[in-house]
């Protein structure tokens, strides 16, 4: 079992910037692939960023490259969401997710291919 929990969701204005923080317990998820999905109202949950358990490889959705980065903490066992630049198009609920399956050569970006999930952070920018 693994719990995560999101945190720092909150209101900002267009431009603006955020970091969304993902602690793991219950076991240790420094072997794994980590992800940030999110979901607006009204929308499908989409990938957001993936990074491997040794923060060598990460991907991104296009619609946040270049403007979003993500990280990991494998002492801390926390996972990170810089988030710069933000649009109001980036509104909706965050939530971090841990696939247990060991890959090579193949980063996994299906929320069906994660395990577990945190509650999610909701981030509002507002224009």
């Known amino acids: 079992q693994v719990q995560l929990v999101e945190s720092g969701g909150g209101l900002v204005q267009a431009g603006g910037s955020l970091r969304l923080s993902c602690a793991a317990s219950g076991r240790p998820v420094s072997s794994y692939f980590m992800g940030w999905f999110r979901q607006a109202p009204g929308k499908e949950r989409e990938f957001v960023a993936a990074i491997s358990w040794s923060g060598g490889t990460t991907y991104y959705a296009d619609s946040v490259k270049g403007r979003f980065t993500i990280s990991r903490d494998n002492a801390k066992n926390t996972v990170y969401l810089q988030m710069n630049s933000l649009k109001p198009e980036d509104t909706a609920v965050y939530s971090c997710?841990?696939?247990?399956?060991?890959?090579?050569?193949?980063?996994?970006?299906?929320?069906?291919?994660?395990?577990?999930w945190g509650q999610g952070t909701q981030v509002t920018v507002s224009s």
């Open positions: 997710a841990v696939d247990l399956t060991y890959y090579s050569g193949y980063v996994p970006t299906a929320a069906q291919e994660f395990d577990y």
